[in-house]
Every structure is written in C-alpha cells, then in structure tokens.
C-alpha cells in the first residue's frame, strides 16, 4: 500500500469514529436531560470556545515536537477521553448531576482539542510533507470525498447503534460506538508511525522550543504574531468568514428552523441533510477540472464567489411565506455547497504548500481558532435571535459573511506567483 492510500485509510478510521461519536453526543445529552436541552448547547459552546482560546496556543507543539510523538500523544488522549467518558456515562448516577455533566465537558475538550491536533498534524502538516506538490489537488480531492463518505454513513450506523440503547434500556448502543473509536486508534496510530518511519526527514525536529522562562501571555501571543505575518493571512481570513453563517444543511439552527418556522416535513429535512454531502462531492469531482484549467488561486476565487453568490439568492428567497420558494431557498443552500467545498480544497492547498513547515502548527492552529470563534459567534446570535420570525437576521448575518470572505479573497489575494510557492520537503 502506497503513502496516500495509508493516509486515507488511517484518515478513514479516525473520521468514521468522530463522525459517529460526534453524531452521539448531542443525542446521549437530550436522552439523559430532556427537560433541559440548553445542557447540550453549551457543552457544544464550551467546546468550540476552547478551540477559539487555545489552539493558536497548543499549535506551537505541533512544531516544536516530534511527528511521531504528537501523533500519539494527540491519539492517546483521544482514546483516554472517550473511555473516561464511557465510564462516566456507566458511573453517573453515582457521581451526580454536576460531577457528571463537569466531567464529560473537560474530556469533551480534551478529545476536540485532540482531534483539532490530529486534523493538522496529517491533513496540514504530514501531507504536504510526503504529497508532491504537483499531486496534492488529487490527494486533497479523495480526502475531502472520504470525510463527506463518512459524514453520511458514520451517523446513520451510530443512529442505528443508539436504537439498541433505546430498545434495551441500557448503554450498548453507546458502548459499541465507544469500542468503535477506541479500535479505530490503534491501527491508525501504527499507519501514521509507520509512514513517519518510512520517511527518516519527518522525525526531526521542525522547530526549537520556545524557552521554558516565557510568560503564558507571550507563548499565548507568538502563534497569533506568526499568522499576521505569513502569506496565507488573508486567505485564512476569508476561510474564517465561511463559518459564520447557519446557512449549512446539518447545522443545529438551521435544522431547527425548518421546522419550528417553516414545519418542513422530517423526511425532507433528513433528505436535505444527506443532500448536503452529495453536492459536496460534486465539488470534489470538478474542482480537480478547474484547478488545471485556472491555476490554484483562481480556481479558489471562482468557486467562493460561486458560493457567496448563492448565499445571498438563498437569503432573499427566505424572505418568501410560499412552499415553493422555501424549496428554492434549500435548493440555493445545497448548491452554494459546491462553492464551499472547492474554495476549502483551494484554501487547504494554499496553507499546505505557502506556510512554512517549522510555523505549520502555530499558522494552522490560529486558523483552527479563527474558524471556532466564528461558531462561537453564529451559535451565541442563534441565542439572542431564537424566534423562528428572527431567524432571517442570522440569514442576513451569514449572507453578509461569506460575501465578506469572497471580497477580502478576490481584493487582497493576488499574483500568480503564491500558486507554485511552495516549501521545501
């Protein structure tokens, strides 16, 4: 098996287990406190609050640390969380309601602190390192087409796997998809050491560590201080401007909406949902096509001026009472999914191949924080603007945004010269 099809696979493994577990979650919460959903809203918010406040932070050991060692340090704590989190679930009722709900918010953070690490240590780190240049918009195009594969698949088995619980009465269902992610790190954790085996360059240090007298603000600082400066700034920027926005055929509000605003039919929205992913994949087939025909940075401004394009007809239709332009409204959604997907496969590459590989972890973690700050903000707006009359402000909100992210691409990323930039392997 060659380097890219072992990256797949070991991919494969870990995102079908995060897919699964993170599918779960949110269930297992309303199953445990029905009476309480606001308890699985900010679980969610804690976590991508965590993102926001300390991957720009947590980024500089991703340079300053072995491949191999933050590979397993960040699969082990992985493993660690969701079993500790297993045991809390068995154990709740001895531990209580707050003793409970404070451990599965820490490993929750710990696990999607893990998982961010993990995402950066392959997709932004170890790929470009061992992917040629020239073969990246392939490799990226099978990976985005593996995660939506997953995405589609992972919850409806982990949905059928939480029926058992339901007719059972008992953790099974929750237990196999605890088994299911903690199988899947074992062999994921021998592919990735072997590829860095393989490749003797990977297991030197990229980076000196800082020194141990700094102070916490300065360490908190440096990674943020290395973003302004790099050459994807701009472009990391009009990526962050992409997550502000409800406009995504899985969100939470927007499933929400549909149906407490506009009673959508279930089936329709499971169907929108799944949707979602297959125009996904039509990005990842054509953006290929484009990338030849236009060049790496051209491509990226086509497809995110596509997506924002749609954006802003989706807002102007959800101004509409009738059916049929509700229908438009979710159909300009999905297709402005194709822009967001071929923008990401452009902004993924241009991260891979300008940053350098000494600041990759410092860069990618503020991306990372940047990306989670602007979740933090669309599900706070989802808060204050909760009415299903009121849902067309966080329409306008994200319209706005990705028009945002689609001027600062098109107007401060330029020269052909940043696509056939690339670093040293």
């Known amino acids: 098996m060659n380097t890219e099809n072992k990256i797949l696979l070991s991919r494969f493994l870990t995102r079908s287990g995060d897919q699964a577990w993170d599918f779960a979650v949110p269930l297992i919460l309303i199953a445990l406190f029905p009476e309480n959903l606001k308890l699985a809203f900010i679980y969610f918010f804690l976590l991508r609050l965590s993102s926001t406040l300390l991957m720009p932070y947590i980024g500089r050991f991703i340079d300053e640390m072995k491949r191999i060692k933050i590979i397993t340090l960040g699969l082990t704590i992985q493993g660690l969380s969701v079993l500790f989190t297993g045991v809390f679930l068995w154990y709740r009722e001895v531990l209580g309601f707050n003793l409970f709900y404070t451990f599965l918010v820490v490993f929750g953070i710990f696990s999607n602190l893990a998982i961010n690490v993990m995402d950066i240590a392959v997709a932004n780190d170890l790929v470009p390192s061992v992917i040629k240049t020239e073969r990246l918009v392939y490799f990226n195009s099978r990976l985005r087409q593996l995660d939506l594969l997953t995405e589609v698949f992972a919850p409806i088995a982990a949905g059928f796997l939480l029926s058992l619980s339901a007719v059972t009465n008992s953790l099974l ?128 401004k086509y497809f995110i001026a596509f997506q924002a394009f749609f954006v802003v007809m989706s807002f102007v239709l959800a101004f509409s009472v009738e059916l049929s332009f509700q229908y438009l409204f979710m159909i300009a959604v999905l297709v402005s999914r194709i822009g967001l997907y071929g923008f990401g496969l452009a902004e993924t590459e241009l991260r891979q191949t300008l940053i350098q590989p000494r600041e990759r972890g410092k860069v990618n973690g503020v991306s990372n924080s940047l990306t989670s700050f602007a979740t933090v903000i669309i599900y706070g707006l989802g808060v204050v603007f909760s009415k299903p009359d009121q849902f067309i402000v966080l329409v306008g909100v994200s319209a706005l945004s990705v028009f945002l992210g689609a001027l600062i691409l098109n107007t401060k990323v330029r020269g052909p010269e940043l696509a056939t930039t690339s670093n040293s392997k």
């Not at 050491?193 to 603000?217: C, F, M, T, W």
């Open 173 to 300: 269902g929750v237990g196999i998809i605890i088994l299911w992610n903690l199988l899947s790190f074992i062999p994921e954790l021998f592919i990735l050491r072997g590829i860095v085996q393989a490749h003797p360059h990977l297991d030197e240090l990229k980076a000196a560590a800082l020194p141990s007298p700094q102070g916490l603000l300065t360490k908190l600082t440096q990674g943020w201080s290395t973003f302004v400066q790099s050459s994807v700034f701009w472009i990391v920027i009009a990526n962050a401007c992409l997550w502000l926005t409800v406009l995504s055929p899985h969100g939470v509000l927007l499933t929400a909406f549909l149906k407490a605003g506009w009673n959508i039919p279930e089936y329709i929205i499971g169907l929108f949902r799944a949707s979602g992913a297959i125009f996904g994949l039509i990005a990842t087939v054509v953006y290929p096509y484009f990338h030849k025909r236009m060049g790496l940075i051209l491509s990226g």
